[in-house]
């Protein structure tokens, strides 16, 4: 086999690099490489550099979030996409010359709940368009990698369907314990180092690993005006990091857990893992405490450090149904209980703490943007409402989504009629307005959802 990526193709039509398949028009060597990647474990991908090329990155450009924020230079995405051929073709040329730096990334925080914030971290365009073609590259190699618990920033793959897949686990397998866990500050804390020698292990190709290297050294600039430059860490908001953190969470986390711990575990084990968010199933508590104290030991080898306040071991058994045994995952609450037939089953709720942040959420906009417009904003109440309801819809958690219902109708109540200095709406009034618009509620929610206590 020759060096570098090998396309697969037919004998009667080869493929050039810069094909555009039919699909969404995607290259069809990113096809070629996941099958590469798939049939081929130990391959060491070369030359993805050079697939850089005008063709990946119009694709990369649709992939994009076309209402992102501008960076440093104040650039926005309809600006840079009013000559985006010519953009393009000219951040080849400097790809090709060697010639392109990444610029400075504009810290932004945003509320992240209990008076306290999140940090993201916001490329300008030209580095965005860039990390989203490199991110295409990595995914059509690390998907032919990642193991099937690991659902965060993943293609076909979100936290609904990890909530459902570990009721499915919990429910029908024999675990009697759950670990469940957090890491502490994980995007800040990824070692550099070790993340460039994990994406060694799938690529031979100095240019496109300095590339990334140059993403992760870029410096910060916070709002403040002074510029960090970082030792570890991939700034959360990047284009680029999910993947990356996915990549090292994968080796970190786990790859080591498939090979090491479930072998080495009496009974049953299993982990599910969105994003730096896990939780660990064991059907002996043995296997759970040896779990447990080995976890700090681990992270703690690749610079990573577990969340004392979030990570506990919990009695978790169809033998012990009650809501005061219960765990937090995705902003679910698991919990065994009886149905009504008195057959123990795995029910979710709504976190207390995500119910109380969501409404908080609807209040905190309704205050700042009560003076629109009725029709505009009772438009996006719908959709932050909906938009709930169907994360949260779930058998067992209709009463959540009334709770939450009952608060966002008060609120509209309260805000609405502070759009003047005496109040001008009535409950009646409110209630007809809210008919007129089609406000969603929880019933029309749960429609659809079958009665077996997993959906």
């Known amino acids: 086999m020759g060096k570098g990526v090998t396309v697969i193709h037919s004998p009667q039509r080869p493929l050039a690099p810069d094909t555009v398949g039919p699909e969404n028009d995607e290259p069809t060597f990113l096809r070629a490489i996941s099958i590469k990647a798939g049939t081929a474990k130990a391959h060491r991908f070369q030359n993805l550099y050079g697939l850089l090329n005008e063709s990946l990155l119009h694709h990369a450009w649709r992939t994009l979030n076309q209402r992102g924020a501008p960076g440093v230079d104040k650039v926005t995405m309809a600006e840079y996409g009013k000559n985006l051929s010519e953009n393009i073709r000219q951040l080849v040329e400097r790809l090709k010359r060697n010639e392109y730096r990444s610029r400075l990334i504009r810290r932004r925080y945003i509320p992240k709940g209990n008076d306290k914030e999140r940090p993201l971290g916001i490329p300008v365009v030209e580095d ?7 991110r295409l590259l990595l995914e059509a190699i690390y998907e032919m990698d990642f193991l099937s ?9 979100g936290a609904q369907q990890a909530a459902k897949d570990l009721t499915y686990e919990l429910q029908f397998g024999r675990h009697g314990y759950v670990v469940e866990a957090d890491i502490k500050g994980f995007f800040d804390n990824i070692d550099h180092d070790w993340l460039l020698r994990m994406l060694a292990e799938r690529i031979d190709d100095k240019p496109f690993v300095g590339l990334i290297a140059s993403w992760l050294k870029a410096g910060i600039l916070e709002r403040d005006g002074s510029v960090l430059h970082p030792h570890t860490g991939t700034p959360q908001g990047g284009v680029i990091s999910p993947i990356l953190a996915n990549i090292y969470l994968h080796y970190v986390l786990d790859v080591w857990f ?10 049953q084990a299993y982990i599910i893992r969105f994003a730096d968010d896990f939780v660990c199933a064991f059907q002996y508590r043995a296997d759970a405490q040896r779990f447990y104290r080995a976890l700090p030991r681990r992270l703690g080898a690749f610079g990573l450090q577990a969340a004392s306040e979030k990570t506990c071991i919990h009695r978790f058994s169809r033998f012990h149904p ?5 765990f937090t995952f995705l902003g679910f609450e698991f919990y065994w209980e009886a149905d009504s037939k008195g057959t123990p089953r795995v029910w979710r709720r709504t976190s207390r703490k995500k119910l109380r942040s969501s409404i908080r959420a609807c209040k905190d906009w309704l205050k700042t943007h009560r003076y629109l417009r009725l029709p505009i904003l009772l438009a996006t109440m719908k959709r932050k409402v909906r938009g709930h309801y169907n994360y949260f819809r779930a058998i067992g958690n209709i009463s959540s989504l009334w709770c939450f219902h009952t608060a966002a109708i008060r609120l509209l109540y309260k805000w609405l009629n502070r759009r003047s200095e005496r109040r001008s709406l009535t409950w009646e009034g409110l209630r007809r307005v809210l008919e007129a618009y089609a406000f969603p509620t929880p019933v029309e929610a749960m429609q659809g959802i079958r009665n077996r206590g997993l959906a």
């Open 128 to 134: 965005r368009l860039l990390q989203a073609a490199a």
């Open 322 to 326: 009650t809501r005061t045994r219960r």
């Open 258 to 267: 498939e090979k090491r711990i479930k072998p080495s575990c009496a009974g």
């Open 149 to 157: 618990t690991s659902y965060g920033y993943r293609p076909k793959r």
